[in-house]
């Protein structure tokens, strides 16, 4: 049986191609490619929620993609994290 949860892991996990083949990340650039590369792009709030979930996930577990060492994208995730919950809390 499929299970909200189970669709919340694969919005997150089919998102990892962004980060793999992108050199930068950022919010904006993420959600741009999620409309011309995702069928299942969601609303906006779901969207900017699965950036946090990958970031997270790539902070904890940084071998999710190969295009950059774990160092990096462990360092590279937490940047974006950081600037994103600030964007997030500067938003009121």
């Not at 792009?41 to 774990?70: A, M, Q, W």
């Amino acid at each position: 049986m499929f299970t909200q949860e189970d669709g919340r892991v694969g919005r997150w996990k089919s998102r990892l191609t962004y980060f793999e083949k992108n050199e930068t990340w950022n919010l904006a650039d993420f959600l741009q490619w999620g409309i011309v590369y995702i069928e299942s792009f969601g609303k906006k709030e779901e969207e900017h929620r699965t950036y946090k979930i990958c970031l997270e996930k790539l902070v904890e577990s940084p071998h999710l993609i190969n295009s950059h060492d774990s160092e990096t994208v462990q360092k590279m995730a937490s940047q974006c994290l950081e600037s994103f919950e600030f964007w997030i809390r500067s938003r009121g």
